[in-house]
Nanobody
């Protein structure tokens, strides 16, 4: 099993930046493919980005492509989401998730963090 703890959320103005971190406990972090999802009030949770365990493959939702960057540091058991040029519509609770098995960026994820709030003011 793996436990995930997100951090780095907060309040930022339009056009600003934030970097989210997700620290994972447990063994073999590099064997997990990691994803970021978000859920805005009154909306369903949506995929944001994902990265494979070996860091070779990444995927982004169209809405964040070119503005967000996912990365991971396997030796530190941490995955990051660098968010630039933030917009009010990026406001949501952001969740980190881990998937075991084969890489499928938008497939089922098996472990989830508690989430961190990101608020972008206009």
């Amino acid at each position: 099993q793996v436990q995930l703890v997100e951090s780095g959320g907060g309040l930022v103005q339009t056009g600003g930046s934030l970097r989210l971190s997700c620290a994972a406990s447990g063994r073999a972090f590099s064997s997990y493919h990691m994803g970021w999802f978000r859920q805005a009030p009154g909306k369903e949770r949506e995929f944001v980005s994902a990265i494979s365990g070996n860091t070779i493959n990444t995927d982004y939702a169209d809405s964040v492509k070119g503005r967000f960057t996912i990365s991971r540091h396997n030796a530190k058991n941490t995955v990051y989401l660098q968010m630039n040029s933030l917009k009010p519509e990026d406001t949501a609770v952001y969740y980190c998730a881990a998937r075991s098995g084969f890489y499928w960026s938008r497939g089922e994820y098996h472990y989830w963090g508690q989430g961190t709030q990101v608020t972008v003011s206009s």
